[in-house]
């Protein structure tokens, strides 16, 4: 799944967030994917949760930020 289509479900649904594992060929990482109003919060999954301006992302910075990159949904977030 893209990062697109993870904000477009996103804005879809009433969760806040999920939690996401990106592929990079064999290596995978856990992270967190949060909304709030019309922001996105991408964070490591051992980072401290605080929805500060360095995880902070428009929709459009998600996409350009996130391009290339396929992710798998684990779990949702309410």
Excluded: A, P
């Excluded at 993870?6 to 649904?13: A, G, N, V």
């Excluded at 991408?42 to 360095?54: P, S, V, W």
């Amino acid at each position: 799944m893209t990062i697109k289509e993870m904000s477009l479900e996103l804005s879809i649904k009433t969760i806040i967030g999920f939690e996401i594992t990106k592929r990079i060929g064999v290596l995978t990482s856990i992270w967190l994917l949060y909304k709030k109003e019309k922001c996105y919060y991408y964070f490591d999954i051992n980072e401290k949760i605080i929805l500060e301006e360095n995880h902070k992302y428009s929709v459009k910075e998600l996409e350009i930020e996130f391009q290339n990159l396929y992710f798998e949904i684990d779990c949702e977030i309410f």
